[in-house]
Nanobody, 123 residues
Framework: QVQLVESGGGLVQTGGSLRLSCANLGRTFSTYAMGWFRQAPTKEREFVAAIRRTGGLTHPADYYADSVRGRFTIAGDNDKNTASLRMISLKPEDTAVYYC????????????WGRGTQVTVSS
């Protein structure tokens, strides 16, 4: 069974940076994509970034929410079910619990989730 575990969250000032990591402590399996989502207090969980198994010129392997594009960079390994999220120029509105997730097949649900890591950006 997949067991995703996030790490690297913390408290940082506006403009600062953090790097989140996601590891699979359980059985590995080949995924189509590894991704990051976040949920701020009183808000719904939202997509942040993902990295697909394959990509090309018109459809890069990595893709981002508009709110983080240019500031966040995702990396990952779909065979090892690992992912990282490099975040720079952080803003108070980036404050949220960040979750790692795995998508088994293209267009399918994000079926495996970690428990999340808190990121707090102070103003």
């Amino acid at each position: 069974q997949v067991q995703l575990v996030e790490s690297g969250g913390g408290l940082v000032q506006t403009g600062g940076s953090l790097r989140l990591s996601c590891a699979n402590l359980g059985r590995t399996f080949s995924t189509y994509a590894m991704g990051w989502f976040r949920q701020a207090p009183t808000k719904e969980r939202e997509f942040v970034a993902a990295i697909r198994r394959t990509g090309g010129l018109t459809h890069p392997a990595d893709y981002y929410a508009d709110s983080v594009r240019g500031r966040f960079t995702i990396a990952g390994d779909n065979d090892k079910n690992t992912a990282s999220l490099r975040m720079i120029s952080l803003k108070p509105e980036d404050t949220a619990v960040y979750y790692c997730a795995a998508q088994n097949v293209q267009g399918g649900p994000w079926g495996s989730w970690g428990r999340g890591t808190q990121v707090t950006v102070s103003s």
